[in-house]
C-alpha cells in the first residue's frame, strides 16, 4: 500500500472548479478506495514565506493537504493522471502497513 499526499492551496481553480474538488472527483474517477482533505491553519514552502490566511486582513492561500492510500497500481495510476491535467503542487508518497 502507498500513502501519497498533495499539497496544494486552497484557492486554486482548475477548469471551472475548485482545484482540490477536481482532484477528489480524478480521485473517484480512478477508483481510490478513498481520500481525505485538510485545510491547515499556516504553511510555507520553499520560497520560506509563512501563509498565515487566518490573520486579520491577511490575503495569503489557505493551504490544504489531500491524502489517500491504496494499492501501489492505483496510487501511481491516479498521481499519473493528475500530473498530465495539473503540474502544481507538492506530491509526496510513502509505502504503509495496512493494518
Known amino acids: 500500500m502507498i500513502q501519497?499526499?498533495?499539497?496544494?492551496?486552497?484557492d486554486k481553480i482548475k477548469?471551472?472548479?475548485?482545484?482540490?474538488?477536481?482532484?477528489?472527483?480524478l480521485l473517484m474517477k480512478n477508483g481510490i478506495?478513498?481520500?481525505t482533505s485538510f485545510e491547515g491553519f499556516s504553511g510555507f514552502g520553499k520560497h520560506q514565506r509563512l501563509k498565515q490566511p487566518g490573520?486579520?486582513?491577511?490575503?495569503?492561500?489557505?493551504?490544504?493537504?489531500?491524502?489517500?492510500?491504496?494499492?501501489?497500481?492505483?496510487?501511481?495510476?491516479a498521481l499519473?493522471?493528475?500530473r498530465k491535467?495539473?503540474?502544481?503542487?507538492?506530491?509526496?508518497t510513502h509505502t504503509v502497513t495496512y493494518w
Open 4 to 10: 501519497a499526499q498533495i499539497y496544494i492551496d486552497k
Open 15 to 25: 477548469g471551472t472548479e475548485p482545484l482540490h474538488q477536481f482532484i477528489m472527483h
Open 85 to 92: 491535467q495539473y503540474r502544481g503542487g507538492f506530491i509526496i
Open 33 to 35: 478506495a478513498g481520500a
Open 55 to 77: 490573520l486579520q486582513f491577511s490575503f495569503d492561500e489557505t493551504p490544504m493537504l489531500i491524502t489517500f492510500i491504496d494499492e501501489a497500481r492505483k496510487v501511481n495510476a
Open 80 to 82: 499519473t493522471e493528475l
